[in-house]
């Protein structure tokens, strides 16, 4: 069984400052890990995926997060945030591509930017 | 690449009214999605396709919805009658084979009214 938990469904900074967006996962096999960004009225946009190769994934945008099986997390991090980051982001998990998995969404965390 | 392409964007109609939404999937994905968005249920599939056939339509609300693949390049998810409590974003989404990468489109924005 699969499963993804967005730690905080809020998250507000100010620009300039570091970005820190929590994801947890649980997964019986070994996962593929995906961020998304969906800005208002818009659809969801990929920003980066983890797929068994490096566990520090570098994605669009200045944005990267670190698959860390240890702690069954996936963080998304960004050093220094800019208004444009104002939006809505989801992690999702699914399994290796060739088993069929159900991809799984978390719940999002909207990011709130302040100038 | 022209990425997953939905019609209508926007679409308000009235309770009772059939409602037709439209979906090109990207050329040489195999898997497509309908997902539904709203502000209380968030994202939810209502059903998904490989290959042209219907493999998972659990998520899919009841007999008033439904969805056909009828070749790669064009779907279609179809709400007749349509009510109130149908009003959302429909996201359409494609998957290759080669990967577990889905890709949305914009999303078609309907007002049941």
């Known amino acids: 069984a699969q499963s993804v938990t967005q730690l905080d469904s809020h998250v507000s900074v100010s620009e300039g400052t570091p970005v820190l967006l929590r994801c947890n996962y649980s997964s019986s096999y070994s996962p593929s890990l995906f961020w998304y960004v969906q800005h208002p009225n818009k659809g969801l946009q990929l920003l980066l995926k983890y797929t068994s190769a490096a566990t520090l994934v570098k994605g669009i945008n200045g944005f990267e997060a670190e698959f860390k099986k240890s702690e069954t997390s996936f963080h998304l991090t960004k050093p220094s945030a800019h208004m444009s980051d104002a939006a809505e982001y989801f992690c999702?998990?699914?399994?290796?591509?060739?088993?069929?998995?159900?991809?799984?969404f978390g719940a999002g965390t909207r990011l709130f930017v302040k100038a | 690449d022209a990425g997953v392409i939905q019609s209508p964007r926007h679409e308000v109609t009235e309770m009772g009214q059939e409602v037709t939404l439209r979906c090109k999937p990207i050329?040489?994905?195999?898997?497509l999605f309908w997902y539904r968005q709203t502000m209380m249920r968030g994202l939810e599939l209502l059903i998904y396709f490989n290959n042209n056939v219907p493999i998972d339509d659990s998520g899919m609300p009841e007999d008033r919805f439904s969805a056909k693949m009828p070749n790669a390049s064009f779907s279609t998810l179809k709400i007749q009658p349509s009510e109130p409590r149908d009003s959302a974003v429909y996201f359409c989404?494609?998957?290759?084979?080669?990967?577990?990468?889905?890709?949305f489109g914009e999303g078609s924005w309907l007002t049941v009214v």
């Open positions: 999702v998990v699914t399994g290796p591509h060739t088993g069929g998995f159900k991809t799984i």
């Open positions: 989404a494609s998957r290759p084979n080669r990967d577990n990468t889905i890709y």
């Open positions: 050329s040489g994905h195999n898997s």
